[in-house]
């Protein structure tokens, strides 16, 4: 069997653990109508517009990724996903 890798995945996850940090500031004080307008700029501007689009292109390789996905290319989304939850973190405690 071919070894796909885990970019696509890597993508993903780091595209909506970003999408989530910014929805926890956003959403912080309650949901309301008056969010949408930052919440679509925010996702309109860099970094997070980038981190979105690499996350939604190729996300149709994820389940085939992680399908073949070997121990080593698991250990190294971890790097990945700790700068990204940190990211998180900062947002939630804000």
């Known amino acids: 069997m071919e070894n796909k ?3 696509e995945t890597k993508e ?3 595209g909506f653990i970003k999408l989530a940090a910014m929805l926890a500031t956003e959403f912080k004080d309650g ?6 307008a930052p919440i679509v700029v925010k996702m ?4 997070l517009k980038s981190a979105l689009l690499d996350a939604y292109n190729g996300i149709e390789e994820v389940p085939s990724e992680l399908k073949d996905v070997s121990f080593g290319e ?21």
Do not use: F, H, N
């Open 5 to 7: 890798g885990v970019k």
């Open 12 to 14: 993903a996850l780091v």
């Open 31 to 36: 949901v309301q109508a008056t969010d949408i």
């Open 44 to 47: 309109q501007s860099e970094p």
């Open 74 to 94: 698991a250990l190294s989304l971890v790097p990945e996903m700790i700068d990204a939850l940190s990211e998180l973190v900062q947002a939630v405690k804000k």
